[in-house]
């Protein structure tokens, strides 16, 4: 089992509409929850963090996070076209570690 | 303020050769990681140094290998290149301690090609 899991789609959405993207993780112990957002051509940059069960809201993105489960979200509401780039789910493992999914590559159709 | 600056950006090697790669964090920045990212493997951790000391290694041979120096700049070496080792290096630094409540801030990458 891998130790973050994303499905690496492409996720094809239309513009307008809410974009779901998908992580789990299998460490239990694991407290600290990140996603990256990467363009094609250049390196990732951080959009959200998320550290306690529940949701976070930061504009037109909403993490979700569910230990219980090893399960955590990323909603992008109202998809817009520049919003199209690889999505990247990385979790903290121990405290100095940050493990990274294979990313899950979001178009959004205009 | 400047971003975390890499270098080269482009290089190519053959089998067998060796490779030498740089990364100029952030300034006030400590923590210097570096990650392989390849399109089968996505991002996969190489290692991270705070304060000149490695503080956490991934699951690679040991013919990769780093270092830190006083100024938190960071040099990572793969020894007897391989084919496999083509990829993007990508250098991240951290203002903190502990990455739990900290984010990484990436470079733009030292993509490497072993012919």
């Given at each position: 089992q891998k130790e973050v899991e994303q499905n690496s789609g492409p996720l094809s959405v239309p513009e307008g509409a809410i974009a779901s993207l998908n992580c789990t993780y299998s460490d239990r112990g694991s407290q600290s929850f990140f996603w990256y957002r990467q363009y094609s051509g250049k390196s990732p940059e951080l959009i959200m963090f998320i550290y306690s069960n529940g949701d976070k809201e930061d504009g037109r993105f909403t993490a979700q996070l569910n230990k219980a489960s090893q399960y955590v979200s990323l909603l992008i509401r109202d998809s817009q076209p520049s919003d199209s780039a690889t999505y990247l789910c990385a979790v903290v493992q121990g405290a100095q570690k940050l493990v990274f999914g294979q990313g899950t590559r979001l178009t959004i159709n205009p | 303020k400047a971003g975390v600056t890499q270098t080269p950006r482009y290089l190519i090697k053959t089998r067998g050769q060796q490779v030498t790669l740089s990364c100029s964090p952030i300034s006030g920045h400590r923590s210097v990681s570096w990650?392989?990212?390849?399109?089968?493997?996505?991002?996969?951790?190489?290692?991270?140094?705070?304060?000149?000391?490695?503080?956490?290694?991934?699951?690679?041979?040991?013919?990769?290998?780093?270092?830190?120096?006083?100024?938190?700049?960071?040099?990572?070496?793969?020894?007897?290149?391989?084919?496999?080792?083509s990829a993007l290096y990508l250098c991240a630094s951290s203002i903190g301690t502990s990455l739990t409540t900290g984010e990484l801030f990436f470079g733009e990458g030292s993509r490497l090609t072993v012919l």
């Amino acid at each position: 089992q891998k130790e973050v899991e994303q499905n690496s789609g492409p996720l094809s959405v239309p513009e307008g509409a809410i974009a779901s993207l998908n992580c789990t993780y299998s460490d239990r112990g694991s407290q600290s929850f990140f996603w990256y957002r990467q363009y094609s051509g250049k390196s990732p940059e951080l959009i959200m963090f998320i550290y306690s069960n529940g949701d976070k809201e930061d504009g037109r993105f909403t993490a979700q996070l569910n230990k219980a489960s090893q399960y955590v979200s990323l909603l992008i509401r109202d998809s817009q076209p520049s919003d199209s780039a690889t999505y990247l789910c990385a979790v903290v493992q121990g405290a100095q570690k940050l493990v990274f999914g294979q990313g899950t590559r979001l178009t959004i159709n205009p | 303020k400047a971003g975390v600056t890499q270098t080269p950006r482009y290089l190519i090697k053959t089998r067998g050769q060796q490779v030498t790669l740089s990364c100029s964090p952030i300034s006030g920045h400590r923590s210097v990681s570096w990650y392989q990212q390849t399109p089968g493997q996505g991002l996969q951790f190489l290692f991270e140094y705070f304060s000149e000391t490695q503080r956490n290694k991934g699951n690679f041979p040991g013919r990769f290998s780093g270092r830190q120096f006083s100024n938190s700049r960071s040099e990572m070496n793969v020894s007897t290149l391989e084919l496999g080792d083509s990829a993007l290096y990508l250098c991240a630094s951290s203002i903190g301690t502990s990455l739990t409540t900290g984010e990484l801030f990436f470079g733009e990458g030292s993509r490497l090609t072993v012919l």
